[in-house]
C-alpha cells in the first residue's frame, strides 16, 4: 500500500502538536531530543527568532554565517516524538533533518566526547515498524553524512562514522542503572555498531517514507562497555581526567552544535550546484 501522510492542524491552521505553521521553518532543520539545546544550536547563527514551544517542540528560526536560512526543532526523547515531528514538518516544506544529540559508545578503545556520525540504524525501537517491515533498512542519507563529515574536518574533529543502535526503553539499555549491560550489549559489539541512542533508526526510516534526507551527529557522554572484558582502551578517569569535568561536555555538545550548522551550509551549497 502507498505511504501517504495527511495534514493535521488546529483550530488556528498550525500543525496540531508542534505548532508551526507556514513560513516558520525552513527547508533544513537541526533536530535535538533535549529541549533546552534548540537555544544552545540558535545561538550559534548569525541571527535566530524564537517561533515558539508546544509540548516538547521547542523551534528557532535564522540565518547561518553565510546567511543560509535554518531552523531547529525539538523533538523530545523517544521515536515517536520524532515520527510526529517530521510527519508535521513534510507538510511545511521541510527537505533535510539532522538529529543533533548524544549517546553511549560501544567503541573498544574509547575517548569521551568523540563526535558520532550515523550511517544507519539497527532497529531496536518499535516506531520504525509502523512504516516499514522489519526487513526494511535504516539508512542515513548519503549526501547528509558526507556534509556531516566534512564539517567534522573543517572543525579539526575526526569523527567515528559507523551504526548506531536505536530503543525504545532509556533505562533497559543504560549502563547507569543496568546490571546486564555487557550481556545486552554483546550482539552489538560483535556486529561493530558505534553507539547506542534512541531517535535515529526511526528517524532514517520516516524521513526516507516521506520523501525527506536525514542525517545524525551524537557526541558520546560514556563507553557502555568500559569495565567489561571487550574493552581495549585506557581507564578514562586516569586518561581523560578533564572529561569528568561538568563544562567538558557541554562544550563537546556546543562543538556538535556548531558542526551540525556547518553542515546545513554544505548541504546548501551541494544542492546548489546541482542545479
Given amino acids: 500500500m502507498e505511504f501517504v501522510s495527511k495534514k493535521f492542524t488546529d483550530k488556528e491552521g498550525k500543525m496540531f502538536y508542534t505548532g508551526l505553521g507556514e513560513g516558520d521553518v525552513t527547508k533544513t532543520v537541526l ?26 517542540f521547542v523551534s528557532y528560526k ?12 525539538s523533538s523530545g526523547m523517544g521515536p515517536m516524538a520524532v515520527s510526529v515531528a517530521l510527519e508535521e514538518m513534510k507538510h511545511l516544506g521541510v527537505q533535510n533533518v539532522i538529529r543533533v544529540g548524544t549517546g553511549a559508545a560501544l567503541l573498544k578503545n574509547y575517548k569521551p566526547g568523540t563526535m558520532i556520525i550515523a550511517t544507519g540504524g539497527v532497529r531496536g525501537e518499535g516506531c520504525s515498524y509502523e512504516y516499514a517491515p522489519a526487513e526494511y533498512p535504516s539508512l542515513a542519507n548519503p549526501i547528509v ?25 532509556f533505562y533497559r539499555e543504560t549502563k547507569i542503572v543496568m546490571v546486564n549491560t555487557y550481556e545486552r550489549m554483546k550482539p552489538w559489539v560483535d556486529a561493530g555498531v558505534k553507539m547506542v541512542e534512541n531517535e535515529s533508526s526511526a528517524m532514517f526510516i ?15 557522554l560514556w563507553s557502555m562497555i568500559e569495565g567489561t572484558e571487550y574493552y581495549e582502551g585506557p ?33 546548501d551549497e551541494y544542492d546548489r550546484n546541482q542545479k
Fill in 145 to 169: 553524512t558526507r556534509a556531516l563529515i566534512q564539517a567534522c574536518h573543517e572543525f579539526g574533529e575526526e569523527p567515528i562514522v559507523g551504526l548506531y543502535r536505536s530503543h525504545d526503553s
Fill in 235 to 267: 581507564n578514562s578517569a586516569e586518561a581523560y581526567p578533564e572529561s569528568f569535568d561538568p563544562d567538558f561536555m557541554k562544550q563537546r555538545i556546543q562543538k556538535c552544535c556548531e558542526i551540525a550548522t556547518r553542515a546545513v551550509e554544505i548541504l
Fill in 31 to 56: 533536530m535535538p531530543g533535549d529541549l533546552a539545546r534548540s537555544k544552545i544550536i540558535a545561538d550559534c547563527w548569525k541571527e535566530s527568532e524564537y517561533i515558539g514551544r508546544r509540548r516538547t
Fill in 62 to 73: 535564522g540565518k547561518t554565517e553565510k546567511d543560509v536560512p535554518i531552523s531547529v526543532v
Fill in 206 to 220: 520516516i524521513a526516507d517514507r516521506l520523501g525527506m534526507r536525514a542525517g545524525s551527529i551524537c557526541v558520546s
